[in-house]
Every structure is written in C-alpha cells, then in structure tokens.
T-cell receptor
Framework: AQSVTQLGSHVSVSEGALVLLRCNYS??????LFWYVQYPNQGLQLLLK??????LVKGINGFEAEFKKSETSFHLTKPSAHMSDAAEYFC???????????FGGGTRVLVKP | GAVVSQHPSWVICKSGTSVKIECRSL??????MFWYRQFPKQSLMLMAT?????????EQGVEKDKFLINHASLTLSTLTVTSAHPEDSSFYIC?????????????FGPGTRLTVL
C-alpha cells in the first residue's frame, strides 16, 4: 500500500519569495514520485519526477524537488515565486510495478504581489 | 511529451440522461487509461482503470453499472455516466501512461466538467 501526505492545503507567498511545498510518502517498494500542477479547470501537468536516478530533480518553470529516503519526503521548491505560479500542486507516488498513482490532497498556492 | 485529449470539455445535461466522455491518446498507444473525478477544491479520486481488450477495473465504492467504461482501441477510452443525477456533477479527468521506454509518468487530459441539472 502507498500513501501521500501534503502538509498544508494552502500556501501563501509573496512574489519573489521562496516557494516550499511539502510531500511525505509511504511505499512498501522503491517509489516513483511526481509533482503535478493544475491550473483552474484544467488537467494536470507534470512538473518533475523522481525515478531512482539523481535525488535532486529539476523540473519545468524553475521548480525542483529533493528525494530524501530517510525522511520519506519529496518536497518541492522554487527560489523565487512568480504570479503565474498560483495554482494547485499535487504530489503523487507510484510503486515500481503497475501504473496506479496515489495522490496527496493537494496544496493551493497563492502568490501575493 | 505525450498528449491526451478529452471531449467534450464541458457538458450540461438533464437528470436521468446519459453522458459519454471520450479520452484519446493522440501520439501514443495506451493499453491502460485511468479515469478520475475531482470535486471542487479536492484531490483526484481514481474511479477505474480502463484496459484495452478487457473489462475495466473499478475502485471500491464506484458503481460499474453507473459509470460504464469501454476501451475501444489503443488510443480511445470512453466513460459513460448513465442516468446522471446532480450528485454526479463533477470534473472528470482521464490519464494514460505511454508504453515507451523512459516514461514512468501519466499524461492527463484537460478534463471534462459535467453539470447535471
């Protein structure tokens, strides 16, 4: 069984400030981990993924995430928030076998000017 | 990347009617597709796994006679909401994992907003 917990359903940051979204997972097998972004009334777009290669993963739009096995975490960061980063962010985990994704509850990011 | 489309993007129907939503993989083949529903300000809930050439696998609590899934080809899966009621109003999203080397992620369609009056 696998699960994902995203700490904080809402995060408010000022434009230009650091964005930090937290994700902790549990998985009985080495996981694949993903961050997706969803803009209003749209589907999900992949930001980045961890697939057991480098633990620090760089994604699109200046985002990156670090896989820490000891902490079972995969937190998402961006050094400087932009207004266009306002969206919903989902962390997801997939076991090595099969394709089912398990999603966290999501974190809504608000960017203040 | 890989592209997944959905049609229609939004639909309004009367209570008691059936609605069909299409999910297509445009530039890759998908033997498996997934259907999710998403209520406002909530996460995605997996409804079922659509399997090409075999029956869909439904998650616990999802009525298979209510939500009919047909994986007609390697690029098309359809979800039919039968005898729709207002409580079926939701955002329905499909996804598909490309059967390609190096792809572990799923690609998502843009979603279909269903409103049942």
């Amino acid at each position: 069984a696998q699960s994902v917990t995203q700490l904080g359903s809402h995060v408010s940051v000022s434009e230009g400030a650091l964005v930090l979204l937290r994700c902790n997972y549990s998985s009985s097998v080495p996981p694949y981990l993903f961050w997706y972004v969803q803009y209003p009334n749209q589907g999900l777009q992949l930001l980045l993924k961890y697939t057991s290669a480098a633990t620090l993963v760089k994604g699109i739009n200046g985002f990156e995430a670090e896989f820490k096995k000891s902490e079972t975490s995969f937190h998402l960061t961006k050094p400087s928030a932009h207004m266009s980063d306002a969206a919903e962010y989902f962390c997801a985990v997939k076991g090595a076998a099969g394709n089912k994704l398990t999603f966290g509850g999501g974190t809504r990011v608000l960017v203040k000017p | 990347g890989a592209v997944v489309s959905q049609h229609p993007s939004w639909v309004i129907c009367k209570s008691g009617t059936s609605v069909k939503i299409e999910c297509r993989s445009l530039d890759f083949q998908a033997t498996t597709m997934f259907w999710y529903r998403q209520f406002p300000k909530q996460s995605l809930m997996l409804m079922a796994t659509s399997n090409e050439g075999s029956k869909a696998t439904y998650e616990q609590g999802v009525e298979k006679d209510k939500f009919l899934i047909n994986h007609a080809s390697l690029t098309l899966s359809t979800l039919t909401v039968t005898s729709a009621h207002p409580e079926d109003s939701s955002f329905y999203i499909c996804s598909a994992p490309p059967q390609r080397e190096g792809y572990n992620e799923q690609f998502f369609g843009p979603g279909t907003r269903l409103t049942v009056l």
